[in-house]
């Protein structure tokens, strides 16, 4: 069993920026793939951005793509979103995900964290 802890998210203006972090622990957790979710009140989770666990491939949505960028650590079990040029449409809860694969789709991943809070005023 994997689990995931976010943190970083918080209020910033539009414009800022925010690094977001996930710890992995438990399982073989360094050899997951992770990505990065959100989700807005009153819509549905939408994949950010993903990295393979072996060779650091990332994968962006459309959305994000430009402005944010996903890493792992040298343990490999934790990953960052560094996220700029902010604006209010980003504000959601980040969901931190791991799975045996890459992919842009909630059921690519096996586990999620609880989440953290990213809110940008205009």
């Known amino acids: 069993q994997v689990q995931l802890v976010e943190s970083g998210g918080g209020l910033v203006q539009a414009g800022g920026s925010l690094r977001l972090s996930c710890a992995a622990s438990?399982?073989?957790?360094?050899?997951?793939?992770m990505a990065w979710f959100r989700q807005a009140p009153g819509k549905q989770r939408e994949f950010v951005a993903g990295i393979s666990w072996n060779d650091g491939v990332t994968y962006y949505a459309g959305s994000l793509k430009g402005r944010a960028t996903i890493s792992r650590g040298n343990a490999k079990n934790t990953v960052y979103l560094q996220m700029n040029s902010l604006k209010p449409e980003d504000t959601a809860v980040y969901h931190c995900a791991a799975g045996a694969f890459l992919g842009d789709t909630d059921e690519t991943y096996d586990y999620w964290g609880q989440g953290t809070q990213v809110t940008v005023s205009s």
């Open positions: 438990g399982g073989t957790s360094s050899s997951y793939a």
